[in-house]
């Protein structure tokens, strides 16, 4: 069985991502906080949005730059939930912890403003999103992008974009773009769970195991190449079978990670669909007591 003692703590955590996370954080809490009073309409921002923005790029270093990034190189079922957590759990923390008033200075801008309400039309995010997502799982794309760094690093980029472009008409920040009713986000969401169905089923079904970056050693040494530079040949040499911790077969293992990935899936979008539902019966029912109740004022002699 392989272990993690090959691998260094730069390895391992990849400081500089690790540094580029806490330089946005900073960042953001220096603009909702002492540089607030510079934003047009700012109001304080609640300690609870500013965990949830943190949390959220914390998650997505956590998939995406931490030990679960270099664990994805190893199991395919960590590498999807790697993919999970980066694409459908950290943009919307995200979008939830912006304020309106932060973000609303920039879509406001003519230019800018056109390209984000053309990018994030409903039909053209949902069908973006998922054919990106699942066109990089069918096997052949899947190992190239793994196995060539440049084309790697800007295929997750787009998804990345992609990822936010869906999330936005759900919780965008300036609901006057693209804004849905909740209606609509509850038919929208359901229909991002089908189009991301067959990626999952085509994983979790197939026959054998499809992906040689996780079973052909030479493939996966090319593609954890990348990560640990200088020990991919020591690792190669410790290649045992068809996977390297002995719990999980490869194809098990295949399968697990599309299980992952698809209740993930699930967990995410029943919170979202929980949120929008709850949100518009509170504002509802608010509606109903003002009508109820409505307060009279006398005219001031």
Same mark, same amino acid.
């Given at each position: 069985?392989?272990?993690?003692q090959?691998f260094t +703590? ?8 690790? !540094? ?18 510079? +934003?047009a309409?700012?109001?304080? /921002?609640? /300690?609870?949005q500013?965990?949830?923005f ?21 199991? +395919? ?5 790697a ?23 920039? $879509? ?11 990018l ?5 995010? /949902? ?7 699942? +066109?990089?799982?069918?096997?052949l794309v ?13 295929y #997750? ?8 472009? &869906?999330?936005?008409p759900?919780i965008?920040p300036?609901?006057?773009?693209n804004?849905?009713?909740e209606l ?10 089908v ?5 999952? !089923?085509?994983?979790?079904f197939? @026959?054998?195991?499809? #992906?040689?970056?996780?079973? @052909?050693?030479?493939?996966?040494a ?17 290649f ?9 077969g490869?194809?098990? @293992?295949?399968?697990?990670?599309? $299980?992952? &990935? ?26 109903? @007591? ?9 005219p001031?002699?």
């Amino acid at each position: 069985m392989l272990g993690l003692q090959y691998f260094t +703590f730069w390895e391992l955590w990849n400081p500089r991502q690790m !540094a580029l996370t806490v330089a946005i954080g900073a960042v953001y809490l220096w603009l909702v906080g002492p540089r607030r009073s510079r +934003f047009a309409g700012s109001e304080s /921002v609640a /300690v609870r949005q500013k965990a949830l923005f943190l949390l959220g790029i914390a998650v997505y270093y956590f998939a995406q730059g931490g030990p679960l990034n270099l664990l994805g190189h190893l199991m +395919f079922s960590a590498h999807m939930t790697a993919m999970a957590i980066a694409y459908l759990v950290a943009p919307p923390l995200i979008l939830l912890g912006i304020p309106g008033w932060l973000a609303r200075p920039l $879509v406001s801008r003519k230019s800018v403003g056109a390209v984000v309400q053309a990018l994030t039309r409903p039909l053209i995010t /949902v069908v973006t999103f998922n054919v990106l997502f699942s +066109f990089y799982h069918l096997p052949l794309v899947h190992d190239y992008v793994m196995t060539h760094y440049t084309v790697h690093t800007i295929y #997750f980029f787009v998804l990345l974009i992609a990822a936010f472009m &869906m999330w936005w008409p759900i919780i965008s920040p300036t609901p006057e773009l693209n804004g849905l009713s909740e209606l609509k986000k509850m038919g929208y969401i359901f229909a991002n769970g089908v189009l991301i169905t067959p990626a999952c !089923a085509l994983i979790i079904f197939a @026959d054998t195991p499809v #992906f040689a970056t996780y079973n @052909d050693p030479q493939m996966w040494a090319k593609a954890m190449g990348y990560c640990p530079p200088g020990n991919s040949q020591a690792l190669l040499e410790s290649f045992a079978g068809p996977q390297f911790f002995a719990v999980l077969g490869a194809q098990e @293992d295949q399968q697990l990670g599309g $299980v992952i &990935m698809k209740i993930l899936q699930e967990i995410t979008y029943g919170s979202a669909l929980a949120y929008i539902f709850f949100n518009w019966y509170s504002r509802e029912r608010a509606k109903e @007591d003002q009508e109820a109740n409505p307060i009279l004022l006398e005219p001031i002699a």
